[in-house]
């Protein structure tokens, strides 16, 4: 426990804004919102722990998952993002196994809109141990899926801190994934019967790399399925998002963690990627390490993401919505 406390020690101070803000989430002066800086040193922070030998793999049901998830859990509470249930989890059962998710919530700062529900998300379980390659028998998951975890946790604080949402966000996490997407279906059953009013769902899978610079910075599953990565785009002001033909040969939209809620829910749900299948060779391999991740290019991402995000939090009307086949 001390060592994950010093950890979220270590990524709170290098993620601190240069400004003291109030409790409106703005500069205590000027009334300016502050806009905190997404830093290398925070997300390899998060990335050294969770990515780590101690955590084993982080299988579902290992011990090295549990200390993942309170890992999670502590970083949400520190950021203040509240939980979404009674508490952070959400427990499920995978045979004998207990499964947990992990559910934050950020509320939105509108008195209407904050009723409707932007669902961010990555899994943060995986395979645990695999093929002994020179004494090494742990699949880490560094890319798969720590990378995705962490940037979902990213824009969990950000948006905690700036409060420039008018929607609220979830910030979900999921276990056993690798299983079978059982933590997400799960959570995506649950969310229906609740009845909330979701009006997308974005998964972060894999963005630990980065892409060959003639192609875009990340491309979305599912692309023709819905409006989404056009309307993103325009929120950003470029192309963050682009189209990947493979994507629907390797079936990627019904592989992760979206899928679920796009079934359940009947929203625009996608996965967002920057692996692509030739810019990293350790896919459920030991080597999906923290060392090999590009952690210039993660912060990249996120910041890119930010703007793209807060248009689709901020529209007055749902834009994003889903085309027939």
Request: charge should be negative.
């Given at each position: 426990m001390r060592k994950i406390l010093s950890i979220l020690i270590i990524a709170l101070v290098y993620s601190c804004a240069c400004h003291t803000k109030g409790a409106d989430g703005k500069s205590g002066n000027k009334g300016e919102i502050v806009k905190p800086k997404i830093t290398k040193e925070a997300i390899k922070a998060s990335m050294d722990y969770l990515a780590s030998d101690e955590l084993q793999g982080r299988a579902t049901g290992s011990e090295g998952i549990e200390k993942a998830a309170v890992f999670i859990e502590n970083y949400l509470k520190t950021h203040k993002i509240k939980p979404y249930f009674e508490t952070y989890r959400d427990s499920f059962k995978v045979n004998d196994l207990d499964g947990y998710n992990i559910v934050g919530?950020?509320?939105?700062?509108?008195?209407?809109?904050?009723?409707?529900?932007?669902?961010?998300?990555?899994?943060?379980?995986?395979?645990?141990?695999?093929?002994?390659?020179?004494?090494?028998?742990i699949a880490n998951g560094a890319n798969d899926d720590a990378s995705g975890t962490i940037a979902a946790m990213e824009f969990g604080k950000y948006f905690a801190q700036t409060k420039t949402n008018k929607r609220s966000i979830l910030i979900t996490l999921y276990d056993?994934?690798?299983?079978?997407?059982?933590?997400?279906?799960?959570?995506?059953?649950?969310?229906?019967?609740?009845?909330?009013?979701?009006?997308?769902?974005?998964?972060f899978e894999m963005i630990g790399v980065a892409r060959a610079e003639d192609q875009s910075m990340a491309y979305m599953s599912g692309f023709e399925r819905s409006n989404f990565a056009e309307t993103l785009n325009s929120y950003a002001g470029e192309e963050v998002i682009g189209f990947f033909p493979k994507a629907k040969d390797f079936g990627l939209f019904m592989r992760s963690d979206n899928y679920p809620f796009f079934k359940e829910l009947n929203i625009p749900a996608h996965a967002i990627s920057t692996f692509d299948f030739t810019n990293f060779d350790y896919y459920h391999h030991v080597d999906d390490e923290a060392d090999k991740m590009d952690y210039e290019h993660m912060v990249s991402f996120i910041e890119k993401m930010i703007p793209a995000l807060e248009?689709?939090?901020?529209?007055?009307?749902?834009?994003?919505?889903?085309?027939?086949?």
């Open positions: 919530m950020v509320e939105g700062n509108d008195p209407i809109l904050k009723n409707e529900f932007i669902i961010l998300g990555g899994h943060y379980d995986h395979i645990g141990l695999g093929k002994v390659v020179e004494g090494d028998s056993a994934e690798e299983v079978g997407l059982k933590g997400s279906s799960h959570l995506a059953a649950r969310l229906k019967a609740k009845g909330i009013n979701a009006y997308t769902m974005i998964n248009g689709m939090m901020n529209a007055p009307t749902k834009e994003v919505i889903l085309k027939d086949e």
